[in-house]
């Protein structure tokens, strides 16, 4: 008889992620994915970058985005790993969620901060436009992402790769 493989609900993969990531003034509170668009809404402490040196009006700014845009698609990514939801992510190796974190590299990331972003409860929507499957020449998988922010106050146009380049086989 096979044993079945157990998948990590979104959720699960946010909570493994949030235990191995380093303190922040923002968290993930809820992830979904409804067949097209990993979803994301984080809560943010805009409060916490008001200083003497900048007392003007908390924003969503540059720094912050670029961590919950990094945070979101590693999640997503790993969601789409283990379940599958990508053929070409499908056929890689399966490895554990902490071993599948170190192969993820995000290697561009390209963000556009259109408007400001005040509020404190930020929707972010990830969607994976295409995967190009490397194992052959490279032990590699590349991917390129899109996330919108805000309902596209602010969006981010992302590369990466899930990298398998020792022995590990599939």
């Known amino acids: 008889m096979t044993a079945v493989r157990a998948l990590p609900s979104f959720l699960e ?15 993930a509170t809820d992830m979904t994915y409804d067949g097209d668009a ?25 720094a912050i985005l670029a961590q919950i845009v990094s945070y979101h698609t590693l999640a997503s990514m790993l969601y789409a790993y283990t379940n599958d939801h990508v053929p070409a992510l499908a056929t890689l190796p399966k490895v554990s969620l902490p071993e599948a974190r170190k192969r993820i590299v995000v290697t561009s990331l390209k963000l556009s901060l259109r408007r400001e972003v005040a509020q404190t ?13 490397k194992w052959d020449s490279h032990r590699m998988a590349f991917a390129v992402l899109s996330v919108d922010v805000a309902g596209g106050l602010q969006t981010a146009e992302l590369e990466g790769c899930f990298n398998f380049r020792d022995r590990i086989e599939r």
Do not use: E, K
């Not at 409860?121 to 190009?132: A, E, K, S």
């Open 38 to 62: 990993y979803h994301g809404v984080f809560d943010v402490d805009l409060a916490s970058d008001v200083s003497d040196r900048a007392p003007y009006r908390p924003v969503l700014h540059g």
């Open 13 to 27: 993969i946010n909570d493994d992620l949030a235990a191995a990531w380093c303190h922040t003034p923002w968290a």
């Open 121 to 133: 409860r930020v929707p972010v929507r990830l969607t994976i436009d295409r995967v190009t499957d």
